[in-house]
């Protein structure tokens, strides 16, 4: 039998998730304490409230063990509570124990799904904890705060706070505004991080039965924050607000003392709701029927179109095209999350193999407020973090070698994620000691990589060796990085994502790993043409012009076979029709591709027109390579039931540049 | 596959040659469906379909053992290898105790086919090893 009773089995899930966000939250706290180097108010009563929480559920799961080492945080926490100035300047040295309490509880959290499952001793745990307690405590609090029990728990919130200086707002939406108590919630959940108190009225934003009442009396928010001002400017910059006015009297002072612990959690944990697991595999099951629906939408129009009803159907089907279409847009908005719920499991990452090194670093994100689609940004975590383990092992250099090098230090590490026109960047730099291109050659030349003379390759072909398996710079292999198995690993992936990875390095400097992926989306607007008699699709959003070709030959605007003249400007021309081993026909065109700042000509076959398709990735048989070197990076199902290719720019202007360099 | 595993077989017939492919891998049987070229296709692709909303590959048994028949049908094999194989066409369906087997294993020709003998179909039907044979074609 189970470590569970039969009729607790059913708990398991919940308990897991609801364990999970808090320690998600338990760990934002920590990350961003140990950041700022001190934690405020706000911080302890949260660690406190999720210390509290996973004590009763895990008494209630019969987790002994995971109950007594969260009861003894609490108290750990109850002590900060009371009194926050016993963490002055002593906060340092608690952090490792927090971690260490993080993963005992993540550990055994992940562990409870095992049929064996069996309670991992906590006493080591529980002894550390115990000891800080007593480090900190006098004896007498302890007593008290047994006794306190769980009412403290509720009237505890407002006691560090002074209520004089909460002030009172109130906030009128438009007559207009759907989905008031939606609203409401992304104002509180802005605001939030501006405040270091604050409550609400309505509180049970999450029901829409909050909607009649915000409507009737708008809402009110009780709030104590540094600047005020910050605060309102954020509220009126937000869409459908009609006022947000200052209440100076007290005159809603929340007084529900019972509701307090509620309206608290809500507030931190707006982060993710309680279903978002389960939702999340719908989403992703509602996005693919929404792409099976258009495509089923194609092939019924084009079928439509042979027959002679079509001209009093057109505006029905039109119609459904339209419903479609916003079906789609809300189906790939669902899949969003914000980047900022992923940073923190970085921070730690950073953090732990830093302090594992020795070395000082100084980790930082840009582009939290990124909404990525889910499923990329799940894919993305492990070479991400291994490009984070690279930059901390081989990229910053130890604290001695930095002082000598006169750097601060503290190495800076910088984690940047950028959206634009379809692709989501993500790029790691590091300000260390950046890549020797002789020490890379070297190595190359040793382990017989190298495929033409040691003095034609380019740096960009030198710093590409250290994606090939098995090249590994670093002599001895440490706990991280540095056997080899990684970048070969982050290239895979990357590939897999139809993306690119760059590499910009200077000795001394530092280097930057630039990954570029499409962002995927349900259905794409291509151009549609062909070559010989391969249908293909280019997204419309790469088309830079389109030329004939038999008008412009006579122009003696083509330099060459292999580059193509416009405006002065030259480009690499990529004959689609050699590529693809057809022969050449009447009606060729030349279309100039743009992917960011890279533009190629490639010569095609006619134009067939525009068309919105739904890609469908090509099966793992019709390998990797064969996808690259031809440029496609899928198929999508035309309306007669044949298939259309269709081509990646990215891979279509590596192909063109490859080839120029051949020359 | 060893002796003691014996499995219920498609029988295929394509030209002279009886095969047979593990039941348990197997979809369902459809006539070849519309298919695109890819180009530069190995000659073991015989093109790409529309199988469902999914890209189904089908591979040819002329470009496989080397013949040039009429290949109309196409048996879709499901779970690790998602692919079709257009074939002749399909005989009968061999449960496990219609067959007695004078295992014979013999490896030929680009490590593709495994054979074995069975003396109730009077012909030897050489078992297709799809493994092997992803294995062999993967471009």
Redesign the interface.
């Known amino acids: 039998m189970g470590f569970f009773d039969p009729d607790m089995e059913c708990m398991i899930e919940v308990y897991q998730c609801e364990t999970i966000e808090l320690m998600d939250e338990f760990e934002g706290h920590l990350i961003e304490a140990e950041k700022s180097k001190t934690m405020d108010a706000e911080a302890i009563n949260s660690i406190f409230r999720v210390a509290h929480t996973i004590k009763s559920s895990s008494a209630m799961m019969g987790m002994e063990q995971m109950s007594q080492c969260t009861h003894r945080m609490e108290d750990l926490f109850a002590l900060f509570r009371d009194k926050p100035e016993l963490l002055q300047g002593k906060l340092e040295h608690l952090f490792d124990l927090l971690y260490s309490f993080e993963d005992y509880i993540r550990s055994e959290i992940e562990e409870i799904s095992r049929e064996d499952y069996e309670q991992t001793s906590a006493e080591d745990l529980i002894e550390r904890i115990s000891k800080e307690i007593d480090f900190f405590t006098n004896p007498q609090l302890e007593e008290k705060e047994i006794k306190k029990d769980d009412s403290l728990l509720e009237s505890s919130l407002l006691e560090d706070v002074n209520e004089e200086a909460i002030t009172t707002l109130k906030v009128l939406f438009k007559e207009n505004c759907q989905m008031e108590n939606a609203r409401a919630f992304m104002l509180i959940k802005q605001i939030s991080p501006f405040c270091q108190f604050l409550s609400y009225i309505p509180e049970n934003l999450e029901d829409e039965s909050a909607i009649s009442v915000l409507k009737k009396q708008g809402l009110l928010i009780h709030l104590l924050a540094d600047s005020l001002n910050e605060v309102i400017s954020k509220l009126i910059a937000s869409p459908y607000l009609k006022s947000v006015e200052e209440i100076k009297k007290k005159e809603e002072k929340p007084k529900e003392d019972g509701s307090e612990k509620e309206k608290n959690s809500a507030v931190s944990g707006i982060k993710e709701t309680k279903f978002a697991t389960i939702a999340w595999e719908q989403i992703i099951k509602l996005q693919k029927l929404t792409?099976?629906l258009l495509?089923a939408e194609n092939i019924l129009e084009n079928a439509m179109k042979k027959t002679a009803a079509f001209s009093t159907i057109e505006s029905l089907l039109l119609n459904n095209k339209k419903i479609l279409h916003q079906l789609e847009d809300l189906a790939n908005e669902a899949s969003l999350m914000s980047v900022s719920n992923v940073i923190p499991q970085y921070y730690r990452v950073v953090r732990d193999i830093a302090k594992n090194e020795g070395k000082k670093v100084d980790f930082q994100v840009v582009g939290e407020e990124l909404e990525v689609d889910r499923n990329l940004m799940d894919t993305m975590a492990n070479p991400l973090i291994h490009l984070l383990r690279n930059a901390i092992d081989h990229g910053i250099e130890s604290v001695e070698e930095r002082l000598a090098e006169k750097k601060p230090e503290e190495g800076k590490i910088v984690l940047s994620i950028k959206s634009f026109a379809g692709y989501l960047s993500f790029t790691v730099s590091d300000d260390g000691s950046g890549m020797d291109e002789k020490k890379l050659l070297e190595k190359a030349k040793r382990k017989g990589l190298l495929k033409k003379p040691e003095n034609q390759y380019t740096t960009e072909e030198i710093f590409s060796f250290i994606f090939l398996p098995g090249f590994s710079t670093n002599e001895e292999a440490t706990q991280y990085s540095g056997r080899g198995v990684g970048m070969d690993v982050v290239q895979n992936v990357v590939d897999s994502l139809n993306g690119i990875v760059q590499v910009e390095s200077q000795k001394g400097k530092g280097s930057s790993f630039i990954i570029r992926v499409p962002v995927s989306m349900t259905s794409i607007e291509c151009l549609c043409f062909k070559?010989?008699?391969?249908i293909c699709f280019l997204p419309v959003k790469n088309i830079g012009r389109i030329y004939a070709y038999e008008e412009l030959e006579t122009k003696i605007k083509i330099v060459s076979r292999k580059s193509w003249l416009e405006a002065e400007e030259i480009f690499p021309l990529l004959n689609l029709y050699t590529?693809?081993?057809?022969k050449e026909n009447k009606h060729k065109r030349i279309i100039i591709l743009k992917d960011g700042s890279k533009s190629i000509a490639i010569l095609t076959g006619r134009i067939l027109g525009q068309q919105t398709v739904v890609e469908?990735?090509?099966?793992a048989?019709?390998?990797r390579?064969?996808r690259k070197n031809?440029g496609?990076s899928g198929?999508a199902?035309m309306g007669?039931?044949?298939?259309?290719?269709i081509l990646s720019s990215q891979h279509l202007i590596r192909i063109a540049q490859g080839a120029d360099e051949d020359e | 596959m060893s002796k003691k595993e014996l499995k219920d077989i498609l029988v295929l017939k394509h030209g002279e040659v009886c095969y047979g492919i593990v039941a348990d891998l197997i979809k369902e049987i459809i006539p070849l469906?519309?298919l695109?070229?890819?180009?530069?296709q190995s000659e073991y692709?015989k093109g790409?379909?529309?199988y469902r909303?999914?890209?189904?590959?089908v591979l040819s048994m002329n470009g496989l053992t080397g013949t040039n028949k009429k290949e109309q049908t196409c048996v879709v094999l499901e779970g690790e290898?998602?692919?079709g194989l257009a074939v002749e066409e399909t005989v009968e369906f061999l449960t496990e105790s219609a067959q007695k087997l004078n295992y014979d294993e013999i490896e030929i020709n680009r490590g593709i086919l495994k054979i074995s003998e069975v003396i109730s179909t009077k012909v030897p039907i050489f078992i297709l090893d799809i493994k092997e044979i992803?294995k062999n074609?993967?471009?």
Do not use: C, Q, R, W
Request: proline fraction near 8%; glycine fraction near 12%; charged fraction near 15%.
């Open positions: 792409g099976e495509t070559v010989g008699k391969s590529l693809f081993d057809e469908k990735n090509l099966p048989i019709i390998g390579s064969y031809m496609i198929a199902i007669d039931g044949s298939l259309g290719l | 469906p519309l695109t070229k890819l180009p530069k692709l790409i379909s529309d909303g999914n890209i189904l590959p290898y998602f692919l992803v074609i993967l471009v």
